[in-house]
């Protein structure tokens, strides 16, 4: 079993920045790797970034490189995505999560994640 949870979302102003943080606890976690998701009202949930616990290797949905930076603190078994130029498209709930039998391939399926945090809510107004 493992164990996700998020924090960091907020009202934040259009262009602003934010760091969400995913805390893993349970299950060890070198052998998986880590996603980040998000869901607009009224949209489907969509992934953003995931990262490898063990060598850090990290990839993006072409909409969000150059903003957004996924990174891991192993020691933390902690997560973060750090959001920059904060858009009101970027508004949505963001949910972290495990693909624990991926062993080093980033996936982008929401379908190939076994875990999932609760969601933080990123809101921001134009």
């Known amino acids: 079993q493992v164990q996700l949870v998020e924090s960091g979302g907020g009202l934040v102003q259009a262009g602003g920045s934010l760091r969400l943080s995913c805390a893993a606890s349970?299950?060890?976690?070198?052998?998986?790797?880590m996603g980040w998701f998000r869901q607009a009202p009224g949209k489907e949930r969509e992934f953003v970034t995931a990262i490898t616990w063990v060598g850090g290797i990290t990839h993006y949905v072409q909409s969000v490189k150059g903003r957004f930076t996924i990174s891991r603190d192993s020691a933390k078994n902690t997560v973060y995505l750090q959001i920059n130029s904060l858009k009101p498209e970027d508004t949505a709930v963001y949910y972290c999560?495990?693909?624990?039998?991926?062993?080093?391939?980033?996936?982008?399926?929401?379908?190939?994640?076994?875990?999932w945090g609760q969601g933080t809510q990123v809101t921001v107004s134009s």
């Open positions: 349970g299950r060890t976690v070198c052998s998986y790797a």
């Open positions: 999560a495990a693909d624990i039998d991926g062993y080093g391939v980033l996936r982008s399926s929401e379908y190939e994640y076994e875990y």
